[in-house]
């Protein structure tokens, strides 16, 4: 059974930090581009960044750039997303998805991705 499972939400107050896991099982995702995606009460699922699995590559959306940082552990298969200046309209369900055939302008776009966790609430107080 495929699984991606996401780890690391929680509550923190806006200014924190919290770090996000996902942990990849049931297959290899050694040629998967990996992502994190986020949807808040009400609101469609928006891309958050996303990483090409093989050279490292990066994509963020433009309301989080400078502030989360994407990486990732081959040998653990897992990606991580480190959030800084976290803002109480940051606070959403965070979800890791994985994809298979992902390349250019698709990295943004949660259609062409195979995979999703279960995902992990946010919670950013003011």
């Known amino acids: 059974q495929v699984q991606l499972v996401e780890s690391g939400g929680g509550l923190v107050q806006a200014g924190g930090s919290l770090r996000l896991s996902c942990a990849a099982s049931?297959?290899?995702?050694?040629?998967?581009?990996r992502a994190w995606f986020r949807q808040a009460p009400g609101k469609e699922r928006e891309f958050v960044a996303a990483i090409n699995w093989s050279h490292g590559s990066v994509y963020y959306a433009d309301s989080i750039e400078g502030r989360f940082t994407i990486s990732r552990d081959n040998a653990k298969n897992t990606v991580y997303l480190q959030m800084n200046s976290l803002k109480p309209e940051d606070t959403a369900v965070y979800y890791c998805a994985a994809g298979s055939q992902v390349s250019g302008l698709d990295y943004y776009r949660a259609p062409y991705y195979n995979y999703w966790g279960q995902g992990t609430q946010v919670t950013v107080s003011s």
């Open positions: 049931g297959r290899t995702f050694t040629n998967y581009e």
